[in-house]
């Protein structure tokens, strides 16, 4: 089972940042989990919210703003011991993973078709090179039919947060996703099995909770996407 940082490593370094990205590097874990959203010029960032508010302290709308405006806003505000961070773009994130083995690229949600495709266009091209590595994840039905339509080498997987049971899986198989990421209230045993049964590799989120990953580890889920990948890293060592 992957140990996969969930933003980075967002109970451990800001989230979303090339800061944390290293740090998660440096603990040697090669799995990561981050979001991807587009700015009005078009240029590819790595945040999670649509305003900096909450990883800021500033009320600012995003899609405001192009990607020459990100430069004082600091996604390190609540982190007292870290130095400023901006918000990086894809191509810098994408410079300090260009190792890791598994990536999981979440696109948030999107208003338009044409939106979505103009968005998976753009990141297909960044992410040449990571063909093996990468993969690419979102709630948004929009964008796995984007990628659908423009015939992706990427391999996507279908995140769940709503309680539909196994029509989540069949609308997995219908998009031709590999894996589906299931919030983990929703993750029971036989919902774990039934996803399983349809071949789609699991990653469950967010796990934060030592006994929770064991158990998951024990029913065979592929990745595990936390907030605190070096207590999880450790404590799952310890317990063979």
């Known amino acids: 089972m992957k140990i996969i940082g969930h933003r980075g490593a967002r109970g451990e370094a800001p989230e979303n940042t090339l800061a944390g990205f290293q740090y998660i590097h440096d603990l040697g874990i090669r799995a990561v989990e981050f979001d991807v959203r587009q700015l009005k010029d078009h240029e590819l960032i790595v945040m999670h919210d649509d305003n900096f508010l909450r990883t800021t302290g500033t009320d600012q709308p995003l899609y405001a703003l192009k990607s020459t405006e990100l430069e004082s806003y600091n996604q390190a505000h609540i982190w007292m011991d870290w130095e400023k961070q901006i918000t990086p773009t894809l191509k810098q994130s994408l410079k300090v993973m260009h190792d890791f083995e598994h990536l999981e690229v979440e696109v948030k949600a999107v208003e338009t078709e044409q939106h979505a495709e103009m968005l998976v266009i753009e990141l297909e091209k960044q992410l040449q090179g990571f063909e093996q590595t990468a993969i690419i ?21 279908l995140l769940i947060e709503d309680d539909i049971g196994e029509q989540a899986i069949e609308q997995a198989i219908s998009l031709k996703c590999c894996q589906m990421g299931w919030m983990n209230q929703l993750a029971t045993d036989q919902i774990i099995k039934k996803t399983q049964e349809a071949n789609l590799n699991i990653s469950i989120w967010t796990v934060n909770e030592i006994e929770r990953a064991q158990h998951l580890r024990e029913l065979g889920v592929h990745g595990l996407i936390t907030d605190f990948p070096k207590l999880m890293q450790t404590a799952l060592q310890q317990i063979k």
């Open 137 to 157: 994840t979102s709630f948004d039905l929009k964008i796995h039919q984007a990628l659908l339509l423009q015939k992706s080498r990427f391999r996507h997987g």
